[in-house]
Each structure stands twice: as C-alpha cells, then as structure tokens.
C-alpha cells in the first residue's frame, strides 16, 4: 500500500543553521505531495505542496521539490530560526484517493 | 471565518463512560475527518466523510463512531471509553476529492480516559 517515511527526530539545529528533513514515500501513479507543520498545541497546518514531477513547493523560506525518479520531497530551509521549532509532517494523496498518507512527524528545535 | 473548531478542548473520562466530540467547519467543505495521534505515531485516520449523511472507516475505527448529519458538523463518539483511547484528536476538512486540495486542520482535543 501506499506509505511516507520521514527522518526521525528530533532534529537540533542552532539558528541560521541549514535544515534537511528527508521523506520518500511508495505510491502508485503520481500523487500530490505536501508538507504540514504543527506548532506547539496547535493543529497541522499547510506549509507547502507540490502535485506533479518536478514541481518545487515554496513557503515561508522553506522549500521542497517532487522527485519522481527517488520517490522523494525532502523538506529544506536555509538558515532556520528558533520560531521554526515545530513538528513537520511529510503526506500525500493519490489521484482519486480519499485519503492522505501522512509520515510520523520530525520534531525540530532550533536553538538561539 | 473561523474555519476548523473543535469542541471541547480538553476532557478527562473514566472508563466505561462515553463522550461525543464535536467538529464543526464554516467554509462549506464536503470532506471531513477525524483522526487520533499519538507520540512517534503521526497521524492515524478513525473515519472520514465524503459529504452530509456519508461516512466511511479509517485505518483505526474501531471503539468509535462518527455522524454527519448536517454539513458542516462531523461528530465523533466513544460508547465506551477505554484507556487506549488517551490521545489528541483532531479534526479536518477539504474542499472536495480533487486530490492537491489541502486539508484544514482543528486545533485539537486532547481526551484522557483514566
């Protein structure tokens, strides 16, 4: 069936440090892809997406691009700042599915 | 617009009693959902809806019961609660089946059965 695997955390990372979170997922044809955040007792909202081969999904300085040919859509920012400190969520759909698959979740903190 | 809420935020059960949490959108999504997590568990889906009067099972329905009656409530019911049932619950909706359509979250009840 289908399935998203994420890094797992958590993730520390000193502010301005450049972050990775890695997530490859199965699925059959070409799903939609996305990325949540959740911020401390808050629920998961929206960070970026991307619906086709190659698209790049962009959002708040973070960035993610739909690898086809690695099955992958690693998360990434540039220098990260200590109000990024939330959990990220890897998850996608297929064309006609109902469903989101969503990966465990990659805690990160980021330090001052 | 207030979007997803949730009612109520936190409640504490002993077991054997039974609850009904409330969703409740007001941006006229057709689809909605429950889901549970849990820590190092992510996301797990408890039921879904694909439109007023639908509902169909999750990946972990069982103890749990789910009505939509009207479109913009989907509730969620524990007959009896058991301890394994401790978990944030959160609820979520989408537009409609077209499948790059985001999901609109809650912010969440946190239930504890003792």
């Known amino acids: 069936g289908n399935s998203v695997t994420q890094m797992e955390g958590p993730v520390t990372l000193s502010e301005e440090a450049f972050l990775t979170i890695n997530c490859t997922y199965t699925?059959?044809?070409?799903?939609?892809l996305f990325w949540y955040v959740q911020y401390p007792g808050e629920g998961l909202q929206l960070l970026l997406k991307?619906?086709?081969?190659?698209d790049k999904g962009s959002n708040k300085g973070f960035e993610a691009t739909y690898r086809k040919e690695t099955t992958s859509f690693h998360l990434e920012k540039g220098s990260v700042q200590v109000s990024d400190s939330a959990v990220y969520f890897c998850?996608?759909?297929?064309?006609?599915?109902?469903?989101?698959?969503f990966g465990a979740g990659t805690r990160l903190f980021v330090k001052a | 617009n207030a979007g997803v809420t949730q009612t109520p935020k936190f409640r504490v059960l002993k077991t054997g009693q039974s609850m009904t949490l409330l969703c409740a959108q007001d941006m006229n999504h057709e689809y909605m959902y429950w889901y549970r997590q849990d820590p190092g568990m992510g996301l797990r889906l408890i039921h879904y809806?694909?439109?007023?009067?639908?509902?169909a099972k999750g990946e972990v329905p069982d103890g749990y019961n789910v009505s939509r009656l009207k479109k913009q409530n989907f509730l969620l019911g524990l007959e009896s609660a058991a301890p394994s049932q401790t978990s944030v619950y959160f609820c979520?909706?989408?537009?409609?089946?077209?499948?790059?359509?985001?999901?609109?979250f809650g912010p969440g009840t946190r239930l504890t059965v003792l």
């Open positions: 979520a909706s989408r537009p409609d089946g077209t499948h790059y359509n985001e999901q609109f």
């Open positions: 991307a619906t086709k081969a190659d």
């Open positions: 699925a059959t044809g070409y799903p939609s």
């Open positions: 998850a996608s759909r297929g064309t006609g599915g109902f469903k989101t698959i």
């Open positions: 809806s694909v439109g007023e009067g639908t509902t």
